[in-house]
T-cell receptor
Framework: AQTVTQSQPEMSVQEAETVTLSCTYD???????LFWYKQPPSRQMILVIR??????QNATENRFSVNFQKAAKSFSLKISDSQLGDAAMYFC??????????FGDGTTLTVKP | GAVVSQHPSRVICKSGTSVKIECRSL??????MFWYRQFPKQSLMLMAT?????????EQGVEKDKFLINHASLTLSTLTVTSAHPEDSSFYIC???????????FGPGTRLTVL
């Protein structure tokens, strides 16, 4: 069974600064996908970024980038130039089976003005 | 991008009644959909996988007779909470995989309150 661990229940960042959210996972699979989702106060889950395990290049989406370390089974999310709208709960997720994802416990990010 | 809707967004019902929640993929077809339950400040707990044209697959510990799932078409899955009790009060979210890496697209969720 796969497990996803987010060791930071809460994180805080100053507006315009950079913050990194941690995620580690455990699996015996070699082919899988990793995701970061954002859940703002509205509770609508939104995809932030995804990474295919077979790709060595780290995924990037505008201010969001990941540091994917396959051997270490680590998948951290870096948010640059943090904005007030980035405040949300962030979930790391792992998927090997057509959308059936395993989620971490989440990290609540606070952005201070 | 892919859009998933849920209806209703909020429902309040009396204990013992049944409540139906609909999940629709608006601009794509979904042979599979997923139903989750989420308590405040907690992660998503997968309840079941809804399969178009066949029975749903329930996760361990989820009562299939309590949470009835019907995947009537390629764009609609329904979750019926039967004989609801206060402990069933929660936030229910559906999702459907689409596109690269079978990325999940989520509905906006349904807040169920059982009095």
């Amino acid at each position: 069974a796969q497990t996803v661990t987010q060791s930071q229940p809460e994180m805080s960042v100053q507006e315009a600064e950079t913050v990194t959210l941690s995620c580690t996972y455990d699996t015996s699979e070699s082919d899988y996908y990793l995701f970061w989702y954002k859940q703002p106060p509205s509770r609508q889950m939104i995809l932030v970024i995804r990474q295919e395990a077979y790709k060595q290049q780290n995924a990037t989406e505008n201010r969001f980038s990941v540091n994917f370390q396959k051997a270490a089974k680590s998948f951290s999310l870096k948010i640059s130039d943090s904005q007030l709208g980035d405040a949300a709960m962030y979930f790391c997720a792992f998927d090997t089976n057509a959308g059936k994802s395993t989620f971490g416990d989440g990290t609540t990010l606070t952005v201070k003005p | 991008g892919a859009v998933v809707s849920q209806h209703p967004s909020r429902v309040i019902c009396k204990s013992g009644t049944s409540v139906k929640i609909e999940c629709r993929s608006l601009d794509f077809q979904a042979t599979t959909m997923f139903w989750y339950r989420q308590f405040p400040k907690q992660s998503l707990m997968l309840m079941a996988t809804s399969n178009e044209g066949s029975k749903a697959t329930y996760e361990q510990g989820v009562e299939k007779d309590k949470f009835l799932i019907n995947h009537a078409s390629l764009t609609l899955s329904t979750l019926t909470v039967t004989s609801a009790h206060p402990e069933d009060s929660s936030f229910y979210i559906c999702s459907a995989p689409q596109g690269p890496a079978d990325t999940q697209y989520f509905g906006p969720g349904t807040r169920l309150t059982v009095l």
